[in-house]
């Protein structure tokens, strides 16, 4: 059975920083591209990053991009979500995600096979 185990959400100032893991059991993390994803209220849930499994490639929304960092540690089956000069816009549920996808479709929330419960991030002005 496949679990993915979000921690690090919390409330933070605006221009600070958080650090999200996931951890995932289960499966054979290193085959799969994992993605993080945000929900805020009343909106569809939106891409926010992915790492491929064993090359590591990383891909971002431009909402973030320069600003979150996605990495993995296969070894420990977990990946993280970096984020810093967090503002309100980033306050949403975070949701970790895996997918045995190709590479050409990891923004797309239907490209993932397994979903963790979330993590809620508050962002105070």
């Known amino acids: 059975q496949v679990q993915l185990v979000e921690s690090g959400g919390g409330l933070v100032q605006a221009g600070g920083s958080l650090r999200l893991s996931c951890a995932a059991s289960?499966?054979?993390?290193?085959?799969?591209?994992m993605g993080w994803f945000r929900q805020a209220p009343g909106k569809e849930r939106e891409f926010v990053a992915a790492?491929?499994?064993?090359?590591?490639?990383?891909y971002y929304a431009d909402s973030v991009k320069g600003r979150f960092t996605i990495s993995r540690d296969n070894a420990k089956n977990t990946v993280y979500l970096q984020m810093n000069s967090l503002n309100a816009d980033d306050t949403a549920a975070y949701y970790c995600?895996?997918?045995?996808?190709?590479?050409?479709?990891?923004?797309?929330?239907?490209?993932?096979?397994?979903w963790g419960q979330g993590t809620q991030v508050t962002v105070s002005s």
């Open positions: 289960g499966l054979t993390f290193s085959l799969y591209t």
């Open positions: 995600a895996a997918s045995h996808a190709y590479s050409g479709v990891v923004r797309t929330t239907g490209a993932y096979n397994y």
């Open positions: 790492i491929t499994g064993n090359s590591g490639a990383t």
